[in-house]
């Protein structure tokens, strides 16, 4: 099975990506919708111990997280420890069950994959991008978005030029669905003949002599 770790910052059209690639039969994980599940859930505890007031009715409170840890190293690494464990048994369970499967290809959405060195175990990294004015018109159109938020939330993250260096594929979301869908395709042809450990194995030679 190969896995491929797909990316991109804020706005940049991740989630549409992913869907993308299930529709052409690969298994999808996506890290942001396990953490919806894990604030309902394992989590509610710990995080309602380590941040009195996060949770709300018994589920964790997005927007009241948010205000105890944006800007705020201290209590955002915190909340990593406690979120990040969750999430990876999660994404193991995932690729057991892809395998179990059959599935040729699996794919894990996860917007921090190269904060958090999630690219090391994947076989390919496809990133997802767009021009910053498209990001940013996609993301003050979201509900409860201010200009504040959207900069400390692009604070913790990699630059967009950076993750398109270290990317192996790079699909564009900013020139509609069919456009895009074309790319994922594209990038599902270049893999079909590859197996996952000697395609990233290649890879990371070619990048390590251009750098030479």
Do not use: W
Not at 8 to 31: E, L, N, P, Y
Not at 179 to 195: H, N, P
């Amino acid at each position: 099975m190969f896995l491929i770790g797909l990316t991109g910052s804020i706005g940049m059209g991740k989630s549409a990506t992913a869907r993308m690639f299930a529709a052409r039969g690969a298994a999808v994980h996506d890290a942001d919708a396990e953490v919806h599940r894990l604030y309902e859930g394992d989590a509610v505890a710990p995080i309602g111990a380590a941040f009195p007031g996060a949770v709300v009715d018994g589920r964790v409170d997005r927007v009241e997280l948010s205000k105890l840890v944006l800007g705020d190293d201290a209590a955002m690494k915190r909340l990593e420890r406690i979120v990040h464990p969750l999430v990876r048994a999660a994404d193991r369970a995932f690729l057991e069950r892809a395998r179990a499967e059959g599935r040729r290809f699996a794919v894990a959405e996860v917007p921090l994959l190269f904060e958090t060195g999630g690219d090391r175990r994947a076989d390919a990294v496809v990133l997802v991008s767009a021009d910053p004015d498209i990001q940013r018109e996609r993301v003050l159109a979201r509900p409860g978005m201010s200009e504040d938020k959207f900069a400390a939330i692009l604070a913790r993250q990699m630059p967009d030029a950076e993750k398109r260096r270290r990317a192996h594929f790079i699909v564009d979301s900013g020139n509609g669905f069919p456009a895009a869908e074309k790319q994922v395709d594209d990038i599902l042809r270049a893999l079909a003949g590859c197996t996952g450990t000697a395609y990233a194995r290649r890879q990371r030679q070619h990048a390590a002599g251009r750098q030479m």
